[in-house]
């Protein structure tokens, strides 16, 4: 059988042979003041409501009749699985006079009641269901006042969100092919949240996304640790339209290819972060998927919010690999919250005492370049 991305191991056994990297054609330069800048966080942030952003996973709704309710950069929302499967969404807001309409974080119901005046709405498509004393309003027309839908659409498992209500986008187009074979192995849209760990930190959230995708620091900030299992500095990068994936060799992989071994993709040699534009990424491992979504603040360019899950299929869980893919949290949360945020808070300090200048990202931190060249794109800078 052929491994996905054997292509990419051979390229990568042949740097390491080599003791070279790929790189993009140039380096890169983004103002510091894009880090620190409230003017541009409001743009950013107006963005990502433009952009499809995973704003959960469908395990988290999976029995027809189910809904979350979750606050999505300032955005109210009920996401909905409805009793033919399909999910749908809609501001969390009444249309009497704003209250909100569900309090609850998740439950299941065929009605949402508002419990400021009572106005009830269907949870298959958000319509106005009943308006107690309705005697009292001249006109409410009830097809009129429905829950403004918000449209969700559901990929691999992830909920995907258009939260301006105004954006065309097409889904699969969005993700395109080659991010579709990379996520198909998985599964995901059979696996569950085995572990859901929500991060505060004083950080810009494209200083937490480099931190997570950069692969030139392992063996400086990590050095007895993630930096003594992944070769810093040889990487693979291949852009998918919008998104991208790097790939690193495992230090397995370094010695093998150095002594002339054969190597092959699996995990045992190579790791990856696919990184979904504009704030997630999905890291596979052989037991479970990491799946990072970072969100800006609303109030400050100077703090985001950083949600990690891992998402495991049922019939993979047994006590052996449940335990290891703790062991692999540990590991994870170590080098997280000792080493790579920490670092990240000081560079979110320097930047704002002296925001002129630029950061510059090398010609071999393409993943990290890609994210700073898609939102300048984006934001037409
Ligand atoms: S605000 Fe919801 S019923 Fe009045
Ligand atoms: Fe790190």
Redesign the pocket.
């Known amino acids: 059988m052929t491994l996905l991305n054997s292509d990419v191991a051979d390229l990568l056994v042949t740097h390491l042979r080599a003791g070279t990297t790929e790189m993009s054609p140039t380096d890169l330069r983004v103002p510091i003041s894009h880090f620190v800048s409230e003017e541009r966080a409001a743009r950013e942030r107006d963005l990502l409501t433009r952009l499809p952003v995973i704003i959960g996973h469908g395990s988290e709704i999976a029995e027809r009749g189910s809904f979350m309710t979750r606050v999505v950069l300032g955005i109210p929302l009920i996401v909905v699985r409805r009793s033919d499967g399909t999910v749908n969404g809609y501001l969390n807001i ?1 249309r ?4 909100r ?1 569900e309090d609850e974080p998740c439950g299941k119901k065929r009605v949402f009641t ?1 419990h ?4 009830s709405y269907g949870r298959e498509d958000g319509t106005l269901r009943g308006v107690p004393y309705d005697d009292f309003y001249t006109h409410v027309e009830k097809d009129r006042h429905g829950l403004h839908t918000v449209r969700v659409e559901e990929r691999h498992g992830f909920l995907f969100a258009d939260l301006s209500g105004a954006q065309d986008w097409d889904i699969d187009d969005w993700l395109g092919p080659e991010v579709d074979e990379q996520l198909v192995p998985f599964g995901l849209d059979g696996a569950e949240i085995f572990l859901d760990k929500t991060f505060t930190l004083d950080i810009n959230w494209k200083i937490v996304l480099d931190g997570a995708i950069d692969v030139l620091h392992p063996k400086f900030l990590h050095p007895t640790g993630v930096g003594k299992l992944i070769e810093t500095n040889t990487s693979v990068w291949r852009q998918y339209g919008r998104h991208g994936q790097s790939f690193s060799p495992r230090t397995r992989m370094g010695d093998a290819a150095r002594a002339g071994d054969e190597v092959d993709a699996s995990f045992r040699y190579m790791g990856s972060n696919l990184m979904l534009y504009p704030n997630s990424m999905v890291i596979s491992t052989p037991d479970h998927v990491e799946f990072w979504t970072v969100w800006p603040d609303l109030e400050t360019a100077g703090r985001s919010t950083t949600q990690i899950r891992f998402l495991v299929r049922p019939e993979k869980r047994t006590e052996r690999i449940e335990g290891r893919i703790m062991r692999s949290w540990e590991i994870l949360e170590e080098a997280a919250s000792k080493e790579d945020w920490p670092m990240e808070v000081t560079i979110q300090q320097n930047a704002k005492a002296h925001p002129e200048g630029t950061f510059l990202y090398g010609r071999n931190e393409q993943s990290c370049q890609h994210l700073h060249r898609e939102l300048a794109a984006d934001l037409g800078d």
Do not use: K, L, S
Not at 96 to 99: F, Q
């Open positions: 009444c009497h006079r704003g209250g309409v508002c400021y005046h009572g106005w």
